[in-house]
């Protein structure tokens, strides 16, 4: 069976939303948007925005508000439009300094993330934002991330990852090993120029890297493969560290290797 097959077999299994219906949605969603006199611009966001839709996109959807608006009310009413019209059953809040992004859940499994943003705020913060309707404002894109904080997180979880093995808390031991493999893998992202966040870039990482590091991947709970799992890891990181900065590898190499068992 192909992974197309499968994917269609796999959708029409469930009770699940389909391509047109989300499509539907957002153009409804973006209709309503653009019939409220309290909203005045929208966006798409994610993958709408580049051109990346596919079978599993959720709809993301920035809505700019009226200066002249109470924010609470607005959200309260296109929150009750999800759940009384669109059929919500629940939803998340995320916070970006003063914007709210709103994720629901509806009933048929889509994922529909609206975000609330100030007139003043209102523009992109990454590639990933097309204008439908008002003005944006100019803003600076937010850096990207910083190597040097990645290279650090992954020696903070190496050294929780001895620890926790040394105290026989496997599972501890394993969720630490997760997030350095995490971490050393986001280095290698933004090495090859793919997106490291949330791992959306790990998977069109050259062939070459990405089966050595499948060895990465803890097979069971047993000490011995939990340690096996760390040696692969730390090398990595020290790999990644030496592209990086030859200056910091030579710092810190040594005291990463004389972490492990």
Request: a negative charge; one cysteine or more.
């Amino acid at each position: 069976m192909s992974p197309k097959d499968f994917v269609n077999d796999f959708a029409g299994s469930m009770s699940v939303f389909t391509p047109q219906a989300r499509e539907q949605l957002r153009e409804t969603l973006i209709a309503n948007a653009q019939a409220d006199p309290q909203i005045i611009g929208a966006a798409h966001t994610g993958s709408a925005a580049v051109g990346r839709v596919d079978r599993w996109s959720n709809i993301d959807l920035a809505l700019c508000l009226s200066p002249e608006v109470q924010a609470d009310q607005v959200i309260e009413k296109w929150t009750n439009r999800l759940y009384q019209i669109h059929d919500a059953v629940t939803h998340l809040d995320v916070w970006w300094k003063t914007t709210l992004y709103r994720v629901f859940l509806l009933e048929n499994t889509l994922q529909v993330d609206l975000s609330f943003w100030s007139s003043e705020e209102f523009g992109a913060t990454g590639p990933a934002f097309r204008l439908v309707f008002g003005t944006v404002n100019k803003r600076f894109l937010q850096p990207s991330t910083n190597p040097s904080d990645l290279v650090g997180m992954a020696w903070l979880h190496a050294l929780h990852v001895r620890s926790s093995i040394a105290r026989g808390r496997v599972w501890q031991s394993e969720y630490m090993l997760s997030g350095m493999r995490n971490h050393v893998l986001a280095l290698t992202c933004l090495r090859y120029g793919v997106s490291e966040h949330q791992g959306r870039g790990i998977d069109e990482l050259p062939e070459e890297l990405k089966s050595p590091l499948s060895a990465a991947l803890v097979a069971s709970l047993e000490v011995s493969e939990l340690e096996r799992v760390f040696r692969v890891i730390m090398n990595a990181l020290c790999a990644e560290i030496e592209h990086l900065d030859t200056e910091v590898a030579t710092r810190l190499i040594g005291s990463l290797k004389a972490m492990i068992p």
